[in-house]
C-alpha cells in the first residue's frame, strides 16, 4: 500500500462497514460514515504506522479492491510473538472472489516471515459471515469477549486466535 491508496482504501472500508455490518450496527451510524474522514483517518494511520505495522492492498484490472492491515498484538498481556490483524475488507462487488484469501494468506505469510508464533483478530459477534471466513481460514475462537457500544446499542466482539506456520 503507498499514501495514495488511502482515499480508495477509506471507500472500501466504508463501503464494507455498511454492507457487512447492516442491521448489526445502528443504520444511522453506518449512514453517517465520512468519507472525507475516514481518508484524513487512513491517512495519519498509514504515516504514523509503528514498528512492524503492515498494511497491504489487493488489485484487480489496475483497481485497489481490498485491504488488510496487520502488526504486533496491541494488548500488551500476552506474548510479544503474537501478531494481530487490525483489519481486512474487501469491496462489497468483490466478496466471494477470492480477495480476502489472498490477503490474509500475504498477511499471515509475513507475520510468520516476522517470527509471529500466531495471529489473534477482533469480530463482532454476530457477523456470522465473517466468522465463517475466519474459522475456513484455520482461526477459532478464544473465548475471549469485549463489549462495544455504538449508539447506545451494544455490539460485542469476540477474539479469535490461528496459529502461524513455522518459517523453514
Keep these: 500500500m503507498t499514501l495514495a491508496d488511502c482515499e480508495r482504501v477509506a471507500e472500501i472500508r466504508i463501503r464494507g462497514w455498511q454492507s457487512a455490518y ?20 487512513r491517512r495519519a494511520h498509514f504515516e504514523q504506522a509503528g514498528e512492524g505495522v503492515v498494511n497491504l492492498v489487493a488489485e484487480g484490472n489496475g483497481e485497489v479492491v481490498g485491504w488488510a492491515c496487520h502488526g504486533p498484538y496491541r494488548d500488551s498481556e500476552l506474548p510479544a510473538q503474537d501478531a494481530e490483524l487490525y483489519a481486512i475488507y474487501v469491496h462489497p462487488d468483490r ?3 477470492g480477495v480476502g484469501h489472498a490477503l490474509l494468506r500475504e498477511s499471515k505469510a509475513r507475520c510468520t516471515d516476522a517470527g509471529h508464533d500466531r495471529m489473534l483478530l477482533w469480530v463482532l459477534k454476530e457477523n456470522a459471515r465473517a466468522r465463517r471466513f475466519y474459522e475456513r481460514a484455520g482461526f477459532t475462537p478464544d473465548g475471549t469477549e469485549e463489549p462495544w457500544e455504538v449508539e447506545g446499542a451494544s455490539v460485542p466482539e469476540v477474539r479469535y486466535s490461528g496459529p502461524l506456520a513455522v518459517a523453514p
Excluded: F
Excluded at 460514515?33 to 484524513?40: H, Y
Design 95 to 97: 466478496l466471494s472472489q
Design 22 to 41: 447492516a442491521g448489526l450496527i445502528p443504520q444511522s451510524y453506518l449512514d453517517g460514515l465520512d468519507l472525507t474522514a475516514e481518508v484524513s483517518r
